[in-house]
């Protein structure tokens, strides 16, 4: 069974930093891509970036580039999403995801088929 675990939501101030980890489990981690989601109250999920099964390419969403990084640890089957320079519209739920095909090549859409339950990331202003 395939299961994704967030952790390192919270609440900050604007202008302030976290870092998001996602274990992952059931499946062999360094084989496939990995997203991150998030989504604000009354609103549609949004992709936030995502970073292939090897490490070496990462994609961000317009509203996070240069604010946000995606990394991972194949070693410890985690996925980190660091977050600097945070404003209050990035308060959502933040969730990670999987791919559902190893070594997707990295010019295709991804296709997630396991999530996280997600963590909670409040900006104040």
């Known amino acids: 069974q395939v299961q994704l675990v967030e952790s390192g939501g919270g609440l900050v101030q604007a202008g302030g930093s976290l870092k998001l980890s996602c274990v992952v489990s059931?499946?062999?981690?360094?084989?496939?891509?990995m997203g991150w989601f998030r989504q604000a109250p009354g609103k549609e999920r949004e992709f936030v970036g995502r970073?292939?099964?090897?490490?070496?390419?990462?994609s961000y969403a317009d509203s996070v580039k240069g604010r946000f990084t995606i990394s991972r640890d194949n070693a410890k089957n985690t996925v980190y999403l660091q977050m600097n320079s945070l404003k209050p519209e990035d308060t959502a739920v933040y969730s990670c995801?999987?791919?559902?095909?190893?070594?997707?090549?990295?010019?295709?859409?991804?296709?997630?088929?396991?999530w996280g339950q997600g963590t909670q990331v409040t900006v104040s202003s």
């Open positions: 970073i292939s099964w090897s490490g070496s390419y990462t």
């Open positions: 059931g499946r062999t981690f360094n084989n496939y891509h």
């Open positions: 995801a999987i791919d559902s095909r190893p070594w997707r090549p990295v010019g295709l859409r991804g296709e997630y088929d396991y």
